[in-house]
């Protein structure tokens, strides 16, 4: 009986041996497992940075090559236009609306950008010289014509544009004295004065 009782508490011993030591090893399992996880996401995690470290380089070297390519077309348009362009407001006006969103996108270098901004100062005498032309101010009325050169030189002086209410006050009188006198005008003033007032709201500012 003595022996029987031995054996138990020896086979006892033995069970608590073995399923201490399945714990053990199912703990250290698990540890390895979480680690292998641990690590492979700490790898997917620097493959994915670099990923997009990479396409953030190759997007950056892209639009670099794009810039220099677009700068001296984009200065030399301008140029051509301001020299041989006739007065075309709205076709003018678009043009600087596409240019500066391509600045907006690909940064253009400060001399540019700052070629991009005078231009609407050339867009404004496209307007004056329209205004001229459509009245017929300098045979028409010298002292409005004279006017008018004085306010959009004044302005553009200053680096700002001429206020729509100060055109409209020299060539509104002018336009109706045409009109009641039946010599009519040979374009809409009112239409361009509204064209006026939209562009010097978009680019007054800028």
């Known amino acids: 009986m003595l022996l029987k009782g031995t054996e138990q508490v020896l086979l006892d011993q033995i069970d608590r041996t073995i399923s201490m030591y399945q714990w053990t090893v199912g703990i250290f399992i698990s540890i390895i497992l979480a680690a292998v996880g641990f690590f492979s996401y700490i790898q997917w995690k620097m493959k994915k940075d670099q990923e997009q470290k990479i396409k953030k380089e190759i997007l950056t070297d892209v639009s ?3 810039t220099k390519v677009l700068e001296p077309l984009i200065s030399n348009s301008l140029e051509q236009t301001t020299i041989i362009g006739y007065p075309n407001y709205k076709q003018n006006i678009e043009t600087l609306k596409s240019f500066l969103e391509l600045d907006s996108k690909y940064a253009f270098s400060e001399n540019l950008r700052k070629q991009l901004l005078s231009w609407k ?86």
Do not use: C, H, W
């Not at 009325?141 to 006050?169: C, W």
């Open 64 to 66: 670099n090559d794009i």
């Open 121 to 206: 100062y050339k867009i404004s005498k496209d307007f004056k010289l329209r205004f001229e032309r459509a009245l017929d101010l300098t045979i028409y009325d010298t002292e409005a014509s004279q006017r008018l050169d004085t306010l959009f030189a004044t302005s553009i002086d200053v680096k700002r544009l001429p206020e729509l209410e100060k055109i409209s006050r020299i060539i509104s009188p002018v336009a109706e004295k045409r009109k009641t006198s039946g010599i009519g005008n040979y374009e809409d003033v009112n239409e361009m004065l509204q064209d006026y007032k939209m562009f010097y709201d978009k680019f007054k500012d800028l």
